[in-house]
């Protein structure tokens, strides 16, 4: 199991780490021209961060998970059992395609992430905080995204990975 937690953690943090950078450079430049961004609104930062997840965990999904089927195997011990996490609330993902799966982790990730933000951005609206700088964007962006790409990552290898694990209850092809 050692040798699984250790596999995973890598791929975690080295999903965290890219999708951080490329987020956080993507919302400076696509930011340019604006000094203040609103936090609420049609075109507020809550909206753009809730979007951005829920887009994140789709595509990461639909890119990581093909690869996990043919990497995991080769990387972790078979024989080892899953978390009780996995267990509870990810096990019944493994018999669906992949854009099946694509959509209930978005769906999994809008449900996590929205009542946190929205904790977030009331505790600092309180402080009469109602816009953030383009740099506090960008980089709150980034981190968010990059907490988001490597928590995402653990339940996708952990579906990728059940088949090799025992039997597939997959129906037709998982592509």
Do not use: C
Not at 53 to 64: D, K, Q
């Amino acid at each position: 199991m050692a040798d699984n937690n250790s596999y995973i953690f890598k791929t975690a943090l080295h999903s965290g780490v890219t999708n951080s950078i490329v987020n956080g450079l993507f919302a400076w430049f696509l930011s340019s021209g604006k000094t203040h961004l609103a936090i609420y609104g049609g075109a507020g930062v809550l909206v753009d961060y809730l979007a951005t997840t829920a887009i994140l965990t789709f595509i990461l999904t639909l890119i990581v998970l093909p690869m996990q089927r043919k990497k995991a195997p080769l990387n972790m011990a078979v024989n080892t059992a899953t978390p009780s996490y996995y267990r509870t609330f990810f096990a019944y993902m493994s018999a669906y395609r992949n854009i099946a799966i694509a959509l209930l982790l978005a769906l999994y990730g809008l449900i996590l992430v929205a009542p946190l933000l929205l904790v977030i951005f009331e505790i600092v609206s309180i402080f009469g905080v109602s816009e953030l700088s383009r740099l506090y964007y960008s980089v709150a962006k980034g981190l968010l995204m990059g907490i988001v790409a490597a928590l995402v990552v653990l339940p996708i290898i952990y579906i990728a990975f059940k088949p090799a694990v025992g039997p597939s209850t997959a129906i037709g092809d998982k592509s």
